[in-house]
């Protein structure tokens, strides 16, 4: 069956609101937005709302790169749905290697997001991944696993038509160390064939499931090719037009 291609671009803590239009003004010539891949850019809060206007009425989509799963109170530093509500965004970042690293995610607390994104009527981009540690004590599946049955957790499978999964091996993020197509396809089958376990077949074959980790312009068509990978979530090759269109284009 034939699953959507999404390229998502996680602007983590850059750009302001000018930066932002230049940027979408510069992709909506570069890119070729013909083709069946969605496109959309994770702006940092204060910048969402230039990037929402500046996407307008373009195949552009503006995503948010993280949500409290309360509606208002005294959690300082956190953002909620109604307050993304307003822009609006269409899709959520939850459980980025950053947010675990730095800042105490826990599955529990993507549990929580994630439930709280998908209320609000917006898409979760769910990520999951293990450290080089990890990796090299021969966990990764285990650590996989038990971020995505933490994540997923209490989710039925009319949430999971909303969900999208991005796999990012934590050591391959920012680092120029990519996985090689063949390692990203070996999770990327293991992450559907859980999904099966968990939900359904027709669940596993429906959930798109995007690599992230030094995807670039030059590996994103070798990457894209393998039958399980269904796109990507970019990071620092999102912050240049010229490269993030060229990953668009290379779909
Ligand atoms: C990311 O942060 O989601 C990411 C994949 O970063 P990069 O593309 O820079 O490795």
């Known amino acids: 069956m ?14 302001n609101s000018a930066e932002a239009r230049d940027f979408i003004a510069e992709l909506k010539g570069k890119a ?22 500046a996407a307008a009425g373009s195949a552009v989509k503006v995503g948010a790169q993280n949500m409290h ?17 307003e822009i ?8 980025h290697s950053e947010r675990r690293q730095y800042f105490g995610e826990t599955d529990d607390t993507v549990n929580q997001r994630v439930k709280a ?12 991944g293990e450290t080089k540690e990890q990796r090299e004590a021969d966990k990764t599946e285990e650590i996989v696993e038990r971020q995505l049955k933490g994540g997923l957790q209490g989710l039925t ?6 969900l999208v999964i ?12 990519t996985a090689t197509p063949e390692q990203a396809q070996a999770m990327h089958d293991f992450i559907r064939k859980l999904l099966s376990k968990l939900f359904s077949e027709a669940v ?43 990953i668009i284009n290379a779909c």
């Open 32 to 53: 070729d937005f013909s083709k069946n891949v969605e496109v959309a850019v994770c702006p940092p809060f204060t910048s969402l709302q230039a990037a929402a206007s």
């Open 2 to 15: 034939s699953r959507r291609m999404i390229i998502a671009g996680n602007w983590k803590m850059n750009k």
């Open 204 to 246: 596993a074959e429906a959930v798109p499931i995007l690599y992230g980790g030094s995807v670039k312009p030059g590996n994103a068509a070798e990457l894209m090719a393998k039958p399980d990978i269904d796109g990507a979530l970019v990071g620092g090759a999102s912050l240049k037009a010229d490269d993030f269109a060229g």
């Open 69 to 85: 799963w309360e509606e208002s109170g005294a959690y300082t530093g956190e953002i909620s749905a109604s307050m993304l509500a």
């Open 88 to 95: 609006p965004v269409s899709s959520v970042i939850i459980g």
């Open 166 to 177: 991005a796999y990012e091996p934590v050591w391959a993020i920012g680092t120029g160390l």
């Open 117 to 128: 994104v998908l209320k609000a009527g917006f898409e979760p981009i769910m990520c999951v």
């Open 157 to 162: 499978e009319e949430d999971m038509k909303s």
